[in-house]
Nanobody, 122 residues
Framework: HVQLVESGGGSVEAGRSLRLSCKAD????????MGWFRQAPGKEREEVAR????????TYAGSVKGRFTISLDIAKNTLYLQMNSLKPEATAMYYC????????????????WGQGTQVTVS
């Protein structure tokens, strides 16, 4: 059974940090592209960050660039999102996602999604 399991969310004051984790279980191989998304109440889901291990590239939403860092521990099959200098507008449910396979590019669409972890910044 393939699943992505997020953890590490919580309630913090503005300016603090959190590190989200996403454990990939049941995958025969870890995808070379994975991402973090978030959805705040009443808003559309937005992409926060993605990483492509084939070339080490990462991309971030403009609102988090310089404060958030995506990383992948292949040995642990775990994706991370280090979030520093958190702002109240970061309050949302955060999801990790992976595509259906590994490709020569990082695709736009993701087939696998976790259940989410809540981040609240006050």
């Amino acid at each position: 059974h393939v699943q992505l399991v997020e953890s590490g969310g919580g309630s913090v004051e503005a300016g603090r940090s959190l590190r989200l984790s996403c454990k990939a279980d049941g995958f025969t191989y870890l995808r070379n592209c994975m991402g973090w998304f978030r959805q705040a109440p009443g808003k559309e889901r937005e992409e926060v960050a993605r990483g492509y291990t084939a070339d080490g590239s990462t991309t971030y939403a403009g609102s988090v660039k310089g404060r958030f860092t995506i990383s992948l521990d292949i040995a642990k099959n775990t994706l991370y999102l280090q979030m520093n200098s958190l702002k109240p507008e970061a309050t949302a449910m955060y999801y990790c996602a992976a595509p259906s396979g590994s490709y020569s590019y990082c695709p736009q669409g993701f087939a696998y999604w976790g259940q989410g972890t809540q981040v609240t910044v006050s």
